[in-house]
């Protein structure tokens, strides 16, 4: 597990893309990352095929990092995480 830190030195440097949509699968209503200028991802989800252009965006961050902490709380509003052991 990468430290913010770590996370925010290797953006600086471009080893990680930068902005970064939470976007919604049409298919199955899961939410993913996918950073800017992707064409299409893969839902973890279901497996099905997301064009990100057309695909429903949530929220954008201006980082990967940013953008998964986003993602972490909208899943918790959506109720989208599993149960904790
Ligand atoms: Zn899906």
């Known amino acids: 597990m990468l430290s913010k830190r770590v996370w925010k030195s290797l953006s600086e440097k471009g080893y990680i893309m930068g902005q970064t949509h939470i976007i919604e699968c049409s ?15 893969t839902c973890p989800y279901c497996g099905a095929r997301i064009d990100a252009k057309t695909a429903r965006k949530l929220a954008s961050a201006e980082d990967a990092f940013t953008a998964s902490e986003v993602l972490r709380e909208l899943k918790k ?3 989208f995480s599993r149960p904790q052991p």
């Open 77 to 79: 509003q959506k109720g």
């Open 27 to 41: 298919r199955c209503g899961g939410l993913l990352l996918a950073a800017e200028g992707k064409k299409s991802r």
